[in-house]
């Protein structure tokens, strides 16, 4: 009987010391668990300080930066003068690197000067009278000289109309990897001034690298943009004129 007792009591202090055991495994996973969080907590809150006070030097950079090029926008005479056609700051700091090669008529001509300002790295090959048969001479003689930038702009078909096989021999000289812009013409006196169109027109369609300027469209209700012959552009029509070249060139480069 004593002995049953005491294998009793041996019993008890077995599942007692187990229950003790338990209950402090329980308070250490408990404490562990307790401090794992709150290491988690405090890492989560210093990586939410480092973000915030990232993204306000970010801002505070962006911010001052905005302000240095607003400053140097205000001051630039450039770009004073031409925002109202809706050129911007960065495009213009752009186009001063820019080379461009210009072939065209007196309409292009007369406005050398001033696509000078906005490209000055340019190469105008611009003449009186100039017809579209007579530009494939002129590239080939400019890529002699290495004067054939990878950005080309067209203006011709003023002085007439022209075919298919003179596009041909034009896009057989700038090939396929230049970017071309061809201006088409406002010449309302004249019986070609349609097919010229329609032949640059058909030049977009058929060239993927070729691009339309649209002079004819932007010009063609302001009278008052143009000289008493009604095509060469005014002194207020020349804006109208090199600024459209302007934007379409730079819009196509930002692509």
Excluded: C
Aim: glycine share 6%.
């Amino acid at each position: 009987m004593h002995e049953k007792k005491s294998n009793g009591k041996k019993i008890a202090a077995i599942i007692i010391a187990i229950l003790v055991l338990v209950v402090a495994g329980g308070g250490i996973w408990y404490g562990v668990q307790a401090n794992n969080n709150r290491v988690q907590a405090e890492q989560a809150a210093k990586k939410r300080a480092a973000a915030a006070s990232s993204a306000k030097k970010k801002a505070a950079a962006e911010s001052s930066s905005a302000a240095a090029a607003s400053s140097q926008a205000a001051a630039d005479p450039l770009f004073g003068k031409l925002k109202q056609y809706g050129l911007t700051y960065p495009e213009l700091q752009y186009a001063k690197t820019m080379p461009v090669t210009f072939v065209g008529d007196s309409v292009m001509l007369g406005s050398e000067s001033f696509l000078k300002e906005i490209f000055p790295k340019m190469t105008m090959a611009a003449d009186v009278s100039r017809q579209a048969y007579g530009v494939p001479a002129v590239l080939k003689k400019l890529n002699s000289e290495n004067k054939l930038a990878d950005t080309v702009v067209l203006g011709v078909g003023t002085n007439g109309t022209f075919t298919a096989d003179t596009t041909k021999e034009i896009m057989d000289v700038l090939g396929s990897k230049r970017d071309v812009f061809w201006i088409n013409v406002h010449v309302p006196s004249q019986p070609w001034e349609a097919q010229s169109n329609a032949q640059i027109k058909n030049a977009t369609e058929k060239y993927k690298n070729v691009h339309l300027i649209d002079w004819y469209t932007e010009a063609k209700n302001h009278t008052d943009w143009f000289a008493a012959d009604g095509f060469h552009p005014s002194t207020a029509g020349q804006p109208h004129y090199y600024t459209l070249v302007a934007k379409q060139v730079l819009q196509q480069a930002a692509k």
